[in-house]
């Protein structure tokens, strides 16, 4: 598995390490392309029910008229959408793609992945049906009903089975960090939502012992689901494409163990000031606190691997997308530690600031280290690059100029309206006329980011209809390719 | 409520022993040791360190 230094010179070591390669990115092309190709699906219909609710909070006549479109329907089937749709569809593809790239194994059972992205996607649309007909099970996070439950699960178990056989099949040595993230986040997220769906929903636990396993699901799916996939996408992606080893494995590795052992305590946070043991949430305050850790290891380690190399981000998308994805990951993850505690708690708990930490971790840094691993696989899944760089300048900067205004509206809005909440003497009304402008503001920069989901959604399209022979030109920012540094 | 206790122990227990038989394996079959190597195995003899990726047509595929 490890590079053999001598042979990078060896015509035939360097044709069978390419041979190799392709033959791995065509054993994915279909089950791959599926699972992203419809997760862009849903990044679109979770968009645009994300602007009806948006707009729903400062205008809440706007499609009042029909049930299925009201706030209390609309908001929970973005949620679901974006999050089991969008980011679950994608991290599936992305991560069967590295763990397949590193296992040096091509996917064997293409037909059971292909099955598995179809039962994925058709829970996905029985689970938005229900929600949008009035079924939500009114559990945050869980509001698709049981009876999409089982398309999930039959879908995930030919996953695992799929990557258990990759990591079995994979040559002896090492296995690499993204490949520990993604094989720990293939056993999380099953374990996680079939247990909570079970205890919420199925059978449902007493009301007192509900919100903990609620919170402890929430928070996790995006810590042990959302969170290890996207650091082992960006993990492979950012030493792959400057061609330079991470700056410290060491230090990795005691990210990567300091989040499995400790990240599962961090939910109980959201019941701060609840009625709830006080010892259990100080433990999750304090598991909180220690996820500086891990987050300082991800952090130090993507920083020093790319210094040197920041200029490569004006031409590969790939690298831009992820990099801006890895700094957001360091934000909202102090952000969410310095969330839990209970000064600070005290003021943000129940307001906006904590919509817009949560698109912080799920859209700043998940969705656009997805992103950016999806202009980096499609081009080798196809062997055709992508049609048109003025589409992923769109792309990225209404993605990232929407985000950062959704971002600092929706916390200063949320500040504010702490605060005010907080003044026994203000009244409620008040603080809704307060953070009007901020609400609409929200709307605004929601568009542009939908504006740049279309553009992701054309040039996806057109890249699979295009049968255009490839150039030989990588499409990167700017036609100038810069000269590859030699590592010292 | 019985059956509760029950599936949240039976979790909390696979999942503790699966994370400690993970460590375990790890800590016993060298995942710890050499680590400058397991940096350098996601490169090959095609993709070998120092050479940037982003462009793979004109690197990869093109004979």
């Not at chain 1, 247990?195 to 996790?220: C, E, R, S």
Request: hydrophobic share 50%; charged share 10%; glycine share 8%.
């Amino acid at each position: 598995m490890n590079p053999e230094k001598d042979q990078q010179h060896d015509p035939e070591a360097i044709e069978k390490s390419r041979q190799q390669r392709l033959e791995i990115d065509l054993a994915a092309r279909w089950p791959v392309g599926i699972f992203i190709g419809s997760s862009i699906f849903w990044l679109l219909l979770g968009s645009a029910l994300a602007i009806a609710a948006s707009i729903k909070l400062h205008d809440p006549a706007f499609l009042a008229e029909n049930p299925w479109l009201t706030f209390g329907r609309v908001r929970p089937a973005h949620l679901n959408i974006v999050a089991y749709g969008w980011l679950s569809t994608a991290g599936i593809g992305i991560g069967l793609w590295i763990l397949s790239r590193l296992c040096r194994a091509p996917i064997r059972d293409n037909r059971s992945l292909t099955l598995a992205a179809a039962l994925w996607n058709m829970g996905n649309a029985v689970g938005t049906w229900g929600i949008l007909r009035g079924d939500s099970t009114a559990v945050e996070w869980l509001e698709y009903p049981t009876y999409a439950a089982p398309f999930l699960l039959v879908s995930f178990a030919f996953v695992m089975l799929e990557s258990v056989g990759l990591i079995r099949r994979r040559p002896p040595g090492h296995i690499y960090i993204s490949q520990w993230y993604i094989m720990a986040a293939f056993f999380w997220f099953p374990s996680l939502y079939f247990t909570a769906h079970g205890l919420l929903v199925l059978a449902p636990v007493q009301a007192p012992a509900q919100p903990p396993i609620n919170w402890w699901f929430a928070h996790n799916a995006l810590g042990l689901w959302f969170t290890p996939i996207g650091l082992g996408a960006a993990y492979y992606l950012i030493p792959k494409i400057i061609g330079r080893p991470i700056h410290s494995y060491y230090l990795s590795v005691i990210g990567f163990w300091s989040l499995a052992f400790f990240y599962a305590w961090n939910g109980m946070h959201h019941l701060i000031g609840g009625p709830f043991p006080a010892w259990l949430i100080t433990a999750s305050v304090v598991a909180s606190i220690m996820m500086f850790i891990p987050v300082i290891t991800v952090a130090i380690n993507h920083h020093f691997t790319m210094v040197g190399h920041f200029k490569k981000t004006i031409y590969s998308p790939t690298l831009r997308f992820v990099v801006f994805g890895a700094m957001c990951y360091t934000l909202a993850s102090f952000q969410g530690s310095t969330m839990a505690i209970r000064s600070l708690n005290g003021i943000t708990h129940f307001t906006h600031y904590t919509i817009a930490h949560a698109h912080l971790g799920a859209y700043g840094f998940a969705t656009m280290v997805f992103f950016g691993s999806i202009y980096y696989i499609m081009p080798r899944l196809l062997e055709r690059e992508w049609p048109s760089r003025f589409l992923i300048r769109i792309h990225f900067w209404s993605c990232a100029i929407g985000f950062i205004a959704y971002f600092i509206f929706l916390s200063w809005g949320g500040i504010l309206q702490g605060i005010e909440m907080n003044q026994k003497e203000t009244p409620f009304l008040e603080i809704v006329a307060l953070t009007m402008p901020y609400l609409k503001l929200r709307t605004v920069a929601g568009s542009l980011m939908t504006l740049g989901h279309l553009a992701f959604a054309v040039s996806f399209c057109w890249m699979i209809i295009s049968h255009r022979a490839s150039t030989g030109e990588p499409t990167l920012f700017s036609k100038r390719i810069p000269n590859p540094d030699p590592i010292s | 409520m019985f059956v509760a206790v029950t599936v949240i122990l039976i979790v909390m227990l696979l999942g503790s022993v699966g994370a400690l038989f993970a460590f375990s394996w790890a800590a016993t079959h060298q995942q710890f040791e050499n680590l400058e190597a397991a940096a350098e195995s996601i490169f090959d003899a095609d993709e070998p360190i120092g050479k940037p990726t982003d462009n793979f047509i004109t690197d990869s595929h093109e004979s």
